[in-house]
């Protein structure tokens, strides 16, 4: 079956940089689009950004447009996030999620990573 693993979550200072990443396996990643969701305890699943399978297509959050960019290596079956210019409001569980179809809506997504923690200190 299908496996998302993330990793390069941490502790950072307000200003400060992580690069997240998805690992794939069990899939035909290249086939994926992939998202990266962020959750905090209490509310729901907030959409960070997407990518299509090529590349091509990036759609962003308004509260991280500017900041983070997503990309992937479709030879290495990794997503990644670089998030640049952290604030204590992106602390968060941020996961990836691959599905058919690039979009900000968690129902457009069938595969799901556990998580992993960010979080920004002021």
């Known amino acids: 079956q299908v496996q998302l693993v993330e990793s390069g979550g941490g502790l950072v200072q307000a200003g400060g940089s992580l690069r997240l990443s998805c690992e794939v396996s069990g899939g035909t990643f290249s086939t994926y689009a992939m998202g990266w969701f962020r959750q905090v305890p209490g509310k729901g699943r907030e959409f960070v950004t997407a990518?299509?399978?090529?590349?091509?297509?990036?759609p962003y959050a308004n509260s991280v447009k500017g900041r983070f960019t997503i990309s992937r290596d479709n030879a290495k079956n990794t997503l990644y996030l670089q998030m640049n210019g952290l604030k204590p409001e992106d602390t968060a569980v941020y996961c990836c999620?691959?599905?058919?179809?690039?979009?900000?809506?968690?129902?457009?997504?069938?595969?799901w990573g556990q998580g992993t923690q960010v979080t920004v200190s002021s």
């Open positions: 999620a691959a599905g058919f179809v690039v979009s900000g809506r968690e129902i457009h997504y069938n595969y």
């Open positions: 990518i299509s399978p090529s590349g091509g297509n990036t």
